[in-house]
């Protein structure tokens, strides 16, 4: 069997050939580490460094000096909040976030909230957008940070962040975002959206697993952070340890050519994103689109196909490579909650699919997934009760179900 | 998740899918599970009422890969047995015969509550007692 068409662009990206070709070379010959001052070998890795962090501080709008090297995003995000948070511990200890955070961000202030941190999670409106009343509302005298992430990861959906920025502004707060998804698909300037923190990942946008940033402000405000690792005192003494010189150049090699090829790139992929919604709604009743569709990542569509169970739908379409909310496809029993958090009923939720298109799909492609999800569609209804109660005009949210 | 080859196999060929009218006084339905929970399954029997033989068994199931096998798998085996024969199906047989990881066992379960169902609505049709047959398991 030939390997699955790859629609899962969300959860990573493969590495462009273009970033492996950079990195090579910094596993062999230019081996060096870049904290050795006083040799070739190291000025060799520290100018690598450097270029890397300049290119991605380009993509955000930002200056070399303001970025420091991670493992992955999920690092960034508890080195922004724990770092704050202790850090600013005198000045307030209240973090406001979102219910649809990735669990990088929701479980790092759960364990805050256990330190004696309080932490307030803004529900999401219908459309999966934060009410911005809410938020401004949500601020106390207390509050020392705000984290909204920049798009969400199932439903793509962009924060209003220019304007959460300038609440944040306003009243003094620090503002960190997840902007993992964001990054090299829609412009983001941390100057622009008045971004103090921002948690980037090299394997959401084409470049290796296992290497990350996080851009920490320098000027006004100049933030500082706690460290969460001892040792030598690397990246401003932020995040000690010996920097991964070939990842970091994949990272900064990625970025280059996400900014370069965003223009035309980001239009490609929406035409690929309509096609797919076009064909799949004319072909299909019953479908419902998850979020909101003006305020949308150009590369996702997440929908839910009414009285089909997600999970029987990824195992009838097996040569796509996609996701579910549904709760039979995660160890924890429970459905998205991200859908949820949109007040989609469970029902709904175990019935979407996330669609995450990226740099090497085609329209051939999108042609493939669209008629194989209208067949599978089309086949499971046939087999599903809930499909006939519809269709013989019977109320499903009136009948008596038996729990189990 | 990797299913195995009894799973897929009733996946892709699905036995017996279909409806009976729930009305004839012979046919037994059973409709057990919640959307909410992402799993219902509807299952039908008609039996004989002379020889208390299932002569036709269909079923439809919202639901993952191992909830439609679970009941595909249940409609082949109650076809041909007595209503007192089908109430032995237990959900461990279904778990056994599809290979069932642990996580799907709640999938046997409902298809058992899905047999145990439809035979108490096909005895209570014919004015049998229900209750007290059932207990015995």
Redo the contacts between chains.
Sequence with gaps: MSKPIYFDNHATTPVDPRVLNAMIPYFTENFGNAASRNHAYGWAAEDAVEKGRKQIASLIGATSKEIVFTSGATESNNLAIKGVAEMYAEKGNHIITAATEHKAVLDTCKHLEKKGCRITYLPLQGDGLIDLDMLRDAITDKTILISIMYANNEIGVIQPMAEIGRIAKERGVLLHTDAVQACGEIPVNVIADGIDLLSITGHKLYGPKGVGALYVRRKSPRVQLTAQMDGGGHERGMRSGTLNVPAIVGLGAACELAQQEMAVESVRLRGLRDRLRAKLEANLEEVYINGSMEHRLPNNLNMSFAYVEGESLLMGINDIAVSSGSACTSATLEPSYVLKALGLGDDLAHTSIRFGLGRFNTEAEVDYVAQKMIDVVNKLRELSPLWEMFKDGVDLSKVQWTAH | MA?SDKV?DH?NN?RN?G?MDKARTDVGTG????????????LQIQVNTDTGIIEDAKF??????S??ASSSLATEWLKGKTVDEALDIKNTDIVNELSLPP?KI?CS??AE?AIK?AINDYRAKQGAPVAAETVAH
């Design positions: 299913y897929v996946y699905p899918v409806s409709m057990v599970g919640a959307p909410e929970c992402g799993d219902v399954m509807k439809k199931t919202f639901g993952c890969g909830a439609i996580v709640h379960v409902l509550d169902a």
